[in-house]
């Protein structure tokens, strides 16, 4: 997964995960929603750590929430993963806000997604 | 009596016929060497693999006694590697199989089949074998341009790499001529070798210094992007080439070890006949797994990741463990023997780097192979990784089948 376009990003690619597991309702369903509760924790500790402005922690967390958001599909929230990693390095305060903020909006996209294919 | 193998003895086939017993197939080599001369009959196991292995044939048709046998040699010949290249395949069966036929196409096991006994309508096996051919040729001849294109380019970034590296030597050659040259350089007088010494302390050395390390970081860098620039190359052929073999070769080789069942209740010839009335009910092959006691390690910090990748190898029948970190990664072998580990790049504490570092040290975990899963931008540390021993590298998140042909490239199995 290249996510790298943001353009040819979706919120949720269903691809993803079939090509993983198969078409297990069950267990896909599973793994998003232990997803969106890894995101929920992962984000608020993201933001603590900026409040702290603790770039390495925030680059680390990023980047471990980075690799369950590829692995579900969430490719638009693996983008701004990595632009959150990208501007941590940076120790780039007003991007890394910006993009923290917009990475709360992609997985509220990404739970009404999950949502409304349950 | 003798086999009829030797009638077909072409030593490069473009068609091969797959069988166990040749006189029954009398008819069927007929009209197929009618169609084509490159053609050659085998019922030998060893003599099947030498063959594919060597002349790669367009088309294989495959006529054992039963399809269950047919699609068990298929498997077990696409599991030894010979089918990876792009061909056709065709299943011949007996009218009473021809819903098992059907639904290996279906499955596609196989590109097509044929009912051979009895053998009412030989044009139709002429029509599928000339179409098979047309497709198999096209096939191959985008591969072989694609592979002849990639390893074009390979040729000149090898040559590129080995340019940079010998101007590098040059121009460091260059560099040293012009500091001994300057070494030996004295003045008419005292204060003129002064003043000589002091340009050079001053700024000549400097400056050969400065030009030293440019030099050589921008060469260090140009070989860099050249090498990665070889690996995408490499990746891509690869990946065209993947592609280009059949999807029948894929499924076949997923079947790898497991035994083909017929738990086919054998139609009479009036069921047949309703068979192709009402589809749904109808046997089909079985694929019963052995049980596979293979023991695969998986360290990774992430714990979706982690057990996606469990599940993925567990319901392939392997017997999984999956761990956090590096450290407990390197207590668990320190007490037990795995066959395979997966393991992520980056985690806290201990990255994939140095636990496979640590790993290596450990008494009989020197070859253990190791599968790096990592993200397709970290190639440098990937490279770095690698001299330690990696088996394979997974881009995150990957598919199943690629992550089992990992699994099956090590040689992991039951």
């Not at chain 1, 959150?84 to 806000?97: G, N």
């Not at chain 2, 002091?198 to 210094?209: A, G, N, S, W, Y």
């Amino acid at each position: 997964m290249d996510v790298s376009n943001l353009d040819n990003l979706q919120v949720l690619n269903e691809q993803v995960m079939l090509e993983l597991l198969g078409d297990d309702t069950t267990e896909i369903n599973s793994f998003r929603q232990q997803f969106l509760q890894q995101a929920k924790s992962s984000l608020q500790k993201i933001a603590a750590l900026y409040r702290e402005q603790q770039f390495k922690q925030i680059k680390d967390e990023a980047h471990y929430l980075k690799t369950s958001a590829k692995a579900i599909g969430a490719e638009r929230c693996a983008y701004y993963l990595q632009q959150i990693e990208d501007a941590s390095l940076a120790l780039d305060k007003v991007q890394c806000k910006q993009h923290i903020q917009t990475l709360s909006e992609e997985i509220k996209g990404v739970f009404r997604a999950c949502s409304s294919q349950t | 009596m003798a086999r009829k193998e030797v009638e077909h003895v072409e030593r490069h086939p473009k068609v091969v016929l797959l069988c166990d017993d040749v006189e029954e197939l009398g008819g069927v080599t007929e009209v197929i060497s009618s169609q084509i001369t490159a053609f050659r009959t085998l019922s030998n196991y060893d003599s099947m693999q030498e063959v594919l292995l060597e002349a790669a044939p367009l088309v294989i048709i495959i006529a054992m006694s039963s399809v269950s046998r047919s699609v068990e040699l298929y498997s077990k010949l696409a599991k030894q590697g010979v089918l990876d290249y792009p061909h056709e395949n065709i299943l011949l069966c007996e009218n009473k199989e021809s819903g098992v036929g059907f639904r290996c196409c279906m499955k596609s096991i196989f590109r097509d089949y044929f009912i051979y006994k009895p053998m009412y309508e030989n044009y139709r096996l002429r029509m599928i074998l000339h179409n098979a051919l047309i497709r198999s040729k096209e096939a191959s001849e985008v591969t072989n341009i694609s592979e002849e294109h990639f390893g074009r380019i390979d040729d000149e970034l090898k040559q590129l790499i080995d340019d940079a590296a010998e101007y590098h030597k040059t121009a460091e050659q260059t560099l040293k001529d012009a500091r001994d040259n300057l070494d030996q350089t004295e003045g008419i007088n005292e204060v003129q070798t002064a003043l000589i010494q002091e340009l050079k302390k001053q700024h000549i050395t400097p400056l050969l210094d400065k030009l030293e390390t440019q030099l050589s970081d921008s060469v260090a860098e140009l070989t860099s992007r050249l090498k990665n620039k070889q690996i995408s190359v490499a990746e891509l052929s690869a990946l065209l080439t993947e592609r280009s073999i059949p999807n029948t070769s894929h499924h076949a080789s997923q079947l790898k070890e497991a035994r083909v069942v017929t738990a086919v209740k054998q139609p009479s010839y009036e069921e047949s006949y309703e068979d192709q009335l009402e589809p749904s009910p109808a046997p089909e092959p079985e694929v019963e797994s052995r049980p596979k006691t293979s023991k695969i390690m998986v360290v990774e910090d992430n714990e979706i990741y982690r057990e996606m990748i469990s599940k993925i190898l567990r319901d392939e029948g392997h017997n999984v463990e999956s761990v956090s970190s590096g450290l407990t990664a390197i207590k668990m072998l320190r007490k037990q023997k795995y066959d395979l580990i997966f393991m992520d790049l980056f985690m806290p504490e201990l990255d994939g780097y140095n636990t496979t570092k640590n790993i290596r040290n450990i008494p009989n975990c020197k070859s253990i192979p190791i599968i790096a899963l990592t993200s397709n931008k970290n190639k440098d540390l990937i490279r770095k990784w690698a001299s330690l021993g990696l088996a394979a590298y997974i881009a995150k998140p990957s598919t199943k089948q690629s992550i089992l042909k990992a699994v099956e490239k090590c040689n992991v199995h039951s």
